[in-house]
């Protein structure tokens, strides 16, 4: 006598050819259970067939350059304009861009996209944001090797494979990347892009007390660096901009979609435009961007506001703890404005910043929700049971 997994009778539609199987693999404390066909198997060796190219390509440059400083020794890393590390950083991730881009534009859902526009956008955003990443993970690595290998130096043609190591390690990444692309990696990039971009912004301002003056001093051009700042919020919105298109393109064949939850595209759509508009129109003193700043930045809570007022309308599936979780959202932007305006408790700059970040975690919980509603119709209740032999001839 034997165990097995018997499957509704819906999944076991999906199996629509021999080729294709069932894999039962085990995940931290519990079972995964995943459909294999020969189509994954090409994109698993997607990262490796097209990993050769750029690498040699990065080699060859590291090369060129090497051979051109008529060096007989390349600095492994330090202070020298050309070196193993710098070259290793500039063509790896420039190669790592262009194969991201390349890469990405092969998967199912950069071919579905009917729109040159929307493609290219999503395509440019992702690349961007995936190669920052990757890119600040390497200037951190090769800053520790900076002080573990300080003094070493080889000749050309070694320093010039170390190169072509580096490369594929970074080419390998980003290309890994381009073809896993899904929401909640995005989520992730947004987390990533935004938290770090505005601790880096504050950081560089720290000695101009900017929190004195608001949070939004920091895309001034009273700040000492105010891109940062500005540069963050309009990337940001990029990202999310991209998030809705993946999101509501699955959440659009769920069962649980209607014509009224377009309207929360929609609103996802406005806000990020809105972000975008906080950081290309900065609050500049006597200037008229300061009123766009403003209204967009008030835009961005409104659009909050009305969407937890109208979500149970929107969405009726939406789980009683996500409304529970909206309300008390609703509750602290209530409160927090009221500490400010009210009894003048808090100050604008940790009033802007609390608004601000209980408006953005708001915002990552709903598409959470909505990207657990839209999987429910992919989920099956299965079970063990008992067979003899007889039973499974």
């Known amino acids: 006598m034997g165990k097995y997994i018997e499957v509704p009778d819906t999944l076991a539609e999906t199996l629509t050819g ?33 990993l050769l190219l750029p690498s040699l390509l990065a080699w060859l440059m590291g090369l060129m350059t090497f051979l051109l400083t008529q060096k007989s020794q390349i600095s492994f890393t330090g202070d020298d304009l050309i070196s193993v590390v710098h070259a290793s950083t500039v063509f790896g991730i420039l190669t790592g861009f262009v194969s991201f881009i390349l890469a990405y534009r092969k998967t199912p859902h950069a071919l579905a996209r009917q729109s040159w526009f929307t493609k290219t ?20 690595t090769f800053y520790i090797m900076r002080h573990t290998f300080s003094g070493v130096s080889f000749d050309p043609v070694t320093a010039s494979l170390f190169v072509l190591a580096f490369s594929a390690i970074i080419n390998f990444v980003l290309i890994s990347s381009a073809v896993s692309v899904k929401v909640s990696n995005l989520i992730a990039m947004l987390f990533i892009t935004f938290i770090g971009g505005v601790l880096v912004a504050m950081a560089l301002n720290n000695q101009r007390d900017w929190w004195q003056f608001n949070f939004s001093f920091l895309g001034t051009y009273e700040a000492k660096r105010h891109w940062e700042f500005n540069l963050t ?3 940001s919105a990029l990202i999310l901009l991209t998030i809705t298109d993946y999101l509501f393109s699955e959440f659009s064949r769920s069962a649980y979609y209607t014509r009224k939850s377009a309207v929360v595209r929609f609103f996802y759509y406005l806000i990020a435009v809105l972000i975008a508009c906080v950081g ?12 766009v700043h403003n209204l967009s930045a008030f835009g961005i809570v409104v659009c909050i506001i009305v969407l937890i007022l109208l979500l149970k309308w929107l969405i009726p599936d939406i789980s009683k703890e996500f409304l529970v979780f909206s309300a008390i959202t609703l509750g602290l932007l209530v409160l927090s404005a009221f ?16 608004a601000f970040v209980i408006a953005f975690i708001w915002l990552v919980m709903l598409i959470n929700a909505i990207q657990d509603l839209s999987q429910s119709h992919r989920r099956w209740h299965l079970k063990l049971v008992d067979m003899t032999p007889e039973e499974t001839l």
């Not at 961007?128 to 390497?138: I, N, Q």
């Open 18 to 50: 021999d080729e294709e199987e069932l894999i039962l693999e085990a995940v931290d404390n519990g079972f995964s259970i995943k459909l294999r066909s020969a189509s994954d198997n090409n994109r698993q060796n997607f990262s490796l067939r097209h």
């Open 280 to 291: 290309i129109f900065p609050a500049n003193s006597y200037s008229w961007t300061m009123t």
């Open 233 to 235: 919020l309009i990337f």
């Open 121 to 140: 956008r999503e395509t440019l955003t992702l690349a961007l944001t995936y190669t920052l990443v990757t890119l600040a993970v390497t200037v951190i």
């Open 339 to 354: 500490l400010f305006l009210g009894v003048h408790y808090l100050s604008l700059t940790f009033f802007e910043i609390i």
